[in-house]
């Protein structure tokens, strides 16, 4: 059987509604038992060995190998489309090219392929994936990242699937910190000298000043982020400082990190008014860890999330996605991203690896 | 017992020889029973209550609080080496700071710290670790990671110990491939259509395409990297391209991914002359995963490595080396970095986690 090209899709006549759409999900009926598929689907076909060849305009019957290298010059992405179309059929779903009038059209304007779950047909119910295709070189911006699955198709053409959504927070850390905590800003953290009592062992606030035989029991070191998140609600004061603690170490850590700086303050003190204990996730590469009850520190669970503070109009690098949300899973914690504009606004977003 | 400042040391007399510098590798001795101690050495003797203050040259008499808000303006990283000093003395370790005339004295000027092995003292043999101070905000220049021990504090004052040294690789990856392959370069990968036996299974070149029940038995798919890699060789050939192979895929491949690609090619090659196969590293966030030993890739082992190739005056981001090392870690793999130069040079680093 062949197909024959025309314009964008590949018409196929017959009985291809009967054995290409009714029974196996590929393409859209155009009437009678004639359907449309698109090229990727029609170079499916002719991989498998379904159609012979397809005939483009001049008349002449591309094989396999001549219809592949003719669409990837035709179609942007086409072979990463491919593959990744390819690859979940073996897996045993049906799915259909994103577009308009075809089965399971959607509305999101990034989608390439709408998979249906495993034993539903094309157009039947909710679909389970809504499917972009990049490469691994290809710039993601985060606004794309709305309830779809990302397939990355990697320099060597493995494919990765990444599950997108939206986090939720449940914290139940109670601990309020007293009004009259005093400290002192040293370079870029600030050392409580005397620290009140559960400041750290409950609250979780900073870092003992080393261990052992020390002449000060309560010292508390701070990072800025922490220090300015307790200056901002007025729990903090700084010795040898005219201005408001809030100003001096803000001050400070602008100096130190730039604008990035109050996007993490923001997400530091998002976190802790949902009563989430945000402490530093350097070991992971990350802005943050979180812990979403601390009752106290000698008795500490594991922390649930990794948090990456970027901005609003983030443009992701899907190397460098592919290494947090590896790092997430590896260590077993969500991978968060804090989309964070400017005015402090954050929206978030989970990344996480998925196998369809 | 008191410390007198003197510039950026402190004198201590009565028996501070015997007691601080003999029996517990303090400072460096000045004659007769007097040692001077660095202001880092005497703000953990201050902390610890073994000196009761330091007397500055005004006459002023400084606890542990003021001793250490003095020298934080007066001495580079006072705060952080403070830290590592004395967790490293918590340990159990014997340390002097680094300088000329003092014990331990090296000559990488780098170095802020020179740790003795356990249970010897400064000066006796060599060290064990000669440890670079740095925060976790501070860029480190490639160059200075050599034969160190990097202590890297983060924002919440916890001690990260990364050692450096020189990868070995034992490769043991005998394939050659012949030189009639032949592909179709589309967008950024090689398609070869009938591949030569052996070429996937026992040389791991390329991917296959695709897996189930199709005509093309032997395709492959290289990225650009390996086509680049055996074109260079003369062992791969394009249809449809009049050019060298070799000029048209570097080409692409610099179209893609802009100069890195050179560096990642020189890389890719110096693995493969050293019969290591690179595979790419995209799933764990890195350039190469690497195997020393392939025979056939139905009975492969786990990779060894993961390399990164950066430029020959990289400069590293503690987080992003930490991200990176962490990964490698939890993974059982080497983290490599490759400082490439773009005459194709390469000197080679690894990075790992100690615990001291």
């Known amino acids: 059987m062949n197909g024959q090209l025309r314009d964008d899709v590949v018409a196929i006549a017959g009985n291809a509604r009967q054995q290409f759409y009714d029974a196996r999900g590929y393409g859209t009926p155009t009437g009678g038992n004639h359907i449309e598929v698109s090229r990727v689907e029609a170079a499916h076909l002719l991989f498998r060995g379904d159609l012979e060849s397809v005939v483009d305009s001049d008349g002449s019957h591309l094989d396999f190998e001549a219809f592949f290298v003719s669409s990837a010059s035709a179609v942007d992405r086409f072979g990463l489309r491919f593959l990744v ?69 990697d320099e060597e053409s493995e494919i990765t699937y990444l599950e997108t959504g939206m986090p939720t927070f449940d914290g139940g850390s109670t601990y309020q910190p007293p009004a009259s905590v005093t400290g002192s800003l040293i370079d870029d953290r600030v050392v409580v000298w005397e620290s009140p009592d559960g400041f750290f062992d409950h609250g979780f606030y900073g870092q003992p000043l080393t261990a052992r035989e020390a002449v000060l029991d309560n010292a508390v070191q701070l990072s800025l982020v922490e220090a300015a998140g307790l200056a901002v609600e007025d729990h903090l004061s700084l010795t040898d400082e005219d201005r408001l603690a809030a100003e001096a170490i803000c001050e400070r850590g602008r100096a130190v990190e730039g604008e990035r700086f109050d996007r993490r303050l923001a997400v530091y003190r998002a976190l802790r008014s949902q009563q989430v204990v945000p402490k530093t ?71 996480s690896r998925l196998t369809p």
């Open 85 to 153: 179309y390819a690859e979940l059929r073996d897996r045993g779903f049906y799915l259909s090219p994103a577009r308009e009038g075809w089965p399971g059209e959607d509305t999101n304007e990034w989608t390439d392929l709408t998979v249906y779950p495993r034993g539903t047909k094309p157009g039947d119910g909710e679909p389970a994936h809504r499917i972009v295709v990049v490469g691994e070189r290809t710039p993601i911006p985060a606004a794309t990242l709305r309830e779809v699955t990302l397939a990355v198709v």
């Open 281 to 351: 996730g350097y070991k992971f590469g990350a802005d943050f860890r979180t812990y979403n009850t601390v009752a106290s520190v000698d008795d500490l669970s594991h922390s649930e999330c990794l948090v990456r503070v970027v901005d609003a109009d983030h443009t992701f690098d899907p190397r460098e996605l592919s290494l947090d949300v590896r790092l997430a899973g590896g260590v077993r914690k969500r991978m968060v991203f804090a989309l964070t504009g400017a005015n402090g606004n954050i929206e978030w977003l989970t990344v």
